[in-house]
């Protein structure tokens, strides 16, 4: 569906024949999304494979591909809460020195992928737009205890068991998203 150019745009301001975008108003539309129409600045537009879209018919695209219930952000949050709380503890109890920091870099990336995968076996691998940042959280606050006994080792597990275990649900922890 698209508007033509003669037809008035709903959401939009025209003054002296400049469109405005509905979402920023100071700005003009310079682009249409190639779904619905809606006029949109360079800040609302998404580029896709087969043009500029509109920040909501992108949303309601990838909707399609979430099927997550609530319960699987509860299960994902206390199974990675629960093994990261058991494998920072276990990690934290070796000691200080160059051997117990490479022992750490194994054991924090086999603990987030333990996690991950058996928060996608118990979730039955149904797919939650905030599973990753669930189980990032999980895995954070699991082993924040262990920072009193071995901040070194339990910092790196931090860093990696997270990294591992949100890899799997697609989430990029990146400031600009």
């Known amino acids: 569906m698209t508007i033509s150019e003669t037809e008035p745009i709903p959401g939009a301001t025209t003054e002296d024949d400049v469109v405005t975008c509905p979402v920023h108003p100071k700005e003009a539309a310079t682009l249409r999304c190639n779904r619905c129409g809606r006029p949109m600045c360079t800040k609302c537009a998404v580029r896709t494979p087969v043009g500029y879209r509109c920040r909501e018919c992108v ?10 219930q609530f319960f699987d952000y509860i299960i994902a949050g206390v199974v990675s809460l629960v093994v990261s709380f058991f494998g920072a503890f ?17 054991v924090s990336s086999a603990v987030g992928g333990a996690i991950g995968a058996l928060v996608r076996t118990l979730t039955r ?51 600009n998203q």
């Open 59 to 68: 949303r309601q695209q990838q909707d399609k591909f979430f099927d997550a």
């Open 90 to 106: 276990v990690l934290a109890r070796f000691g200080f020195g160059f051997f117990t920091i490479f022992i750490a870099f194994f």
């Open 125 to 175: 691998k149904r797919r939650g737009r905030y599973t990753g940042l669930v189980v990032a959280l999980g895995v954070v606050l699991g082993a924040l205890p262990a920072l009193l006994v071995n901040p070194l080792t339990t910092l790196i597990f931090i860093f990696l068991a997270t990294g591992t275990a949100t890899a799997q649900f697609g989430l990029r922890l990146s400031l």
